[in-house]
């Protein structure tokens, strides 16, 4: 695969899909959109930068696919499933096809899913989208981040070898190539599983949670966490971690946490692909999570998710 033959189809757009479309035509990579319900054949996007804003627009999909597809799925926790199964419909599609996911939580995936070619991205991008009274999409791009993609599966792809992975490391820098995302994926899974149902339940901005009477809960919420990842094989330390869930709360103090913004628009979370994957997958292990379960049960009290 060259850079010139690569066909990207980007899920929505949602705020993190609309900024990755977005970054790859301005990069000259041909570009089109696969929107959850019937769309015009176009759809118009604009993207709010800090000092800028540039305007983006993209063919919905045309089928049979192209050769050398790849996806781009960002799309919320709970719907990855069905994001993965609408596109093995598609006509032309075949599971050598790369597709990548960004998602916060975690996803057990049926098995004929498991055999897509996926590579997961971690980002730290802020993006929140809305639709203007045309019903045009706006995305705020609050908040310049990094991002990791994993080459693989399984590492079996070298970083170098990866074209979708080179062009995205162009077009959507800085970005990161690795073999292997788990331990990040896994970081990444703790410190959203104390600060988002946290921060939730108790309607504050992430910083509060730097306070001290908070610590004994963070720190149990942080240990039990990191028993879960240790029992599948990911190798996080708790003081490592700890560490980690203070520094993202202090760097961003003042915001307030995507589980937040939800339940205050009333809108679906990812606590279950958060809290109750890590306390279902304790269970499997034989790992108490006591403190995480206590907090699910205040977030479903207070919330009917
Ligand atoms: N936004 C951020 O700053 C940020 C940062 C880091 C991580 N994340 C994580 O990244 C993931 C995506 O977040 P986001 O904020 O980009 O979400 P979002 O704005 O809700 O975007 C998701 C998009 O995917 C579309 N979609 C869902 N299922 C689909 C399907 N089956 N077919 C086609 N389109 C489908 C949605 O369509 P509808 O509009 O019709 O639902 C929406 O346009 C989440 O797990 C989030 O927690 C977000």
Redesign the pocket.
């Known amino acids: 695969m060259t850079k010139a033959n690569l066909n990207w189809v980007v899920?929505?757009?949602?705020?993190?899909?609309?900024l990755i479309a977005g970054a790859l035509l301005e990069h000259g990579q041909s570009v089109s959109l696969?929107?959850?319900?019937s769309e015009p054949r176009e759809i118009n996007w604009q993207v709010r930068h800090k000092q800028f804003k540039a305007d983006y627009s993209a063919p919905v999909i045309t089928q049979p696919l192209a050769e050398n597809t790849v996806f781009v799925i960002?799309?919320?926790?709970f719907?990855l499933i069905?994001?993965l199964q609408?596109i093995t419909t598609l006509q032309g599609f075949n599971k050598t096809m790369p597709v990548v996911i960004?998602?916060?939580?975690l996803v057990e995936l049926p098995e004929p899913l498991k055999e897509l070619n996926l590579h997961p991205l971690v980002?730290?991008?802020?993006?929140?989208?809305s639709r203007n009274e045309n019903g045009k999409r706006r995305i705020e791009h609050?908040?310049a981040g990094r991002s990791w993609l994993e080459v693989g599966p399984q590492g079996r792809v070298q970083p170098t070898n990866f074209a979708p992975g080179l062009i995205l490391q162009q077009a959507f820098s800085p970005l990161t190539l690795e073999e292997d995302l788990s331990q990040r994926r896994w970081l990444k899974f703790v410190i959203n599983c104390v600060i988002n149902p946290l921060t939730a339940v108790h309607q504050c901005a992430n910083g509060e949670l730097l306070k001290k009477n908070w610590q004994a809960q963070v720190y149990s919420l942080v240990t039990e966490a990191v028993a879960v990842a240790n029992s599948q094989n990911v190798s996080l330390t708790t003081e490592g971690c700890y560490k980690e869930v203070l520094l993202v709360a202090r760097e961003t103090a003042l915001n307030h946490s995507?589980m937040l913004q939800d339940v205050k628009q009333q809108r679906r979370t990812?606590i279950q692909q958060l809290t109750g994957y890590l306390i279902s997958a304790g269970k499997t292990a034989g790992v108490a999570t006591p403190t995480h379960q206590q907090l699910l049960d205040e977030f479903q009290r207070s919330y009917s998710d």
Request: without cysteine; aromatic residues 0%.
């Open positions: 899920l929505g757009p949602g705020a993190i899909g609309g696969l929107p959850r319900k960002a799309v919320k926790a719907d069905e994001a609408g960004s998602h916060n939580g980002t730290t991008h802020g993006a929140v989208i609050r908040g995507s990812e």
